[in-house]
T-cell receptor, first 116, second 111 residues
């Protein structure tokens, strides 16, 4: 079956611009996660959705970052006024339930964001 | 807070060599422990996991044993293949139910 998909696979933008990154989770998965992975580092948690609501957004670095999941399926991560430090791989994952210890998270291939 | 420390890479081995990638953790309680793998051009995928002390997770010839005494979860494989070349991440869920990842270890297997 289809896995988690993310678009675009690569995004190059200029400092100060607005970007949107899209995640399409596995059908039926209620939990959706966004992570950011900098070069040479492991993924770092950004935000977790259970259904349509953001259950935990404590990992968002500042108010330039925002994410939505209006119908409980596709999610969009939005970054305003991009900065060079936002350059990273942005990963999305989904799982059947929201228990990280027991519900396997399935990851998409990521969107590589480069801010010039 | 909870954390994971894994050996730095890159690790370069010849095909059929024995592999160990070290991982130690600091955690409150006894969380599940994971190894994830990221093959070139693909998303992260769960390789194996162990849910309690002394459990052994295994998959695709890889094994890791949850050692409470040494707070370790080292990844091992008896005979690596070129297709095992990837980045490997040790991870655990913290008390806030978020997955904490190590920095990753890049593995190169030479034919």
């Amino acid at each position: 079956g289809a896995g988690v998909s993310q678009t675009p696979s690569n995004k190059v933008t200029e400092k100060g611009k607005y970007v949107e990154l899209r995640c399409d989770p596995i059908s039926g998965h209620t939990a959706l996660y966004w992570y950011r992975q900098s070069l040479g580092q492991g993924p770092e948690f950004l935000i977790y959705f259970q259904g349509t609501g953001a259950a935990d957004d404590s990992g968002l670095p500042n108010d330039r970052f925002f994410a939505v999941r209006p119908e409980g399926s596709v999610s969009t991560l939005k970054i305003q006024r991009t900065e060079r430090g936002d350059s990273a791989m942005y990963l999305c994952a989904s799982s059947l339930g929201g228990r990280a210890g027991t519900d396997t998270q399935y990851f998409g291939p990521g969107t590589r964001l480069t801010v010039l | 807070g909870d954390s994971v420390t894994q050996m730095e890479g890159p690790v370069t081995l010849s095909e059929e060599a024995f592999l160990t990638i070290n991982c130690t953790y600091t955690a409150t309680g006894y969380p599940s422990l994971f190894w994830y793998v990221q093959y070139p051009g693909e998303g992260l995928q769960l390789l194996l996991k162990a849910t309690k002390a002394d459990d052994k997770g295994s998959n695709k010839g890889f094994e890791a044993t949850y050692r409470k005494e040494t707070t370790s979860f080292h990844l091992e494989k008896g005979s690596v293949q070129v297709s095992d070349s990837a980045v490997y991440f040790c991870a655990l869920p913290n008390r806030d139910d978020k997955i904490i990842f190590g920095k990753g270890t890049r593995l190169h297997i030479l034919p």
